[in-house]
């Protein structure tokens, strides 16, 4: 069976910067499965998630390993993960992120 990362961009960014939304928006050019791995060492403060959606869609999927917590901004809600969480951002056909908290 294939792994599903495979279907991804990992996203590069660098440790303690912000992931910010013309970030993504350059990485969803390129590909509409992101995934964003953050642990010790590679770890953000904040990630915005881009207004808009793409056209064919797009799933944002975001993985914290890290000790610190990261909040996600997708349009005027905020979202904190913390170690061991994920979330998963979808982009749907109506053009609007719907957040999925994935269960354990």
Do not use: R
């Amino acid at each position: 069976m294939k792994d599903i990362n495979e279907n991804f961009i990992k996203l590069e960014f660098t440790n303690g910067k912000d992931i910010t939304k013309e970030q993504l928006n350059d990485t969803l050019e390129n590909g509409n499965f992101i995934y964003i791995d953050l642990f010790d060492g590679h770890w953000v403060k904040n990630i915005y998630i881009p207004d808009e959606v793409p056209f064919s869609g797009g799933v944002i999927d975001i993985v914290s390993k890290a000790m610190y917590k990261t909040t996600i901004h997708v349009y005027d809600e905020q979202y904190v993960i913390s170690k061991g969480e994920e979330l998963v951002i979808l982009g749907s056909p109506t053009k609007e992120w719907t957040v999925v908290v994935p269960k354990s």
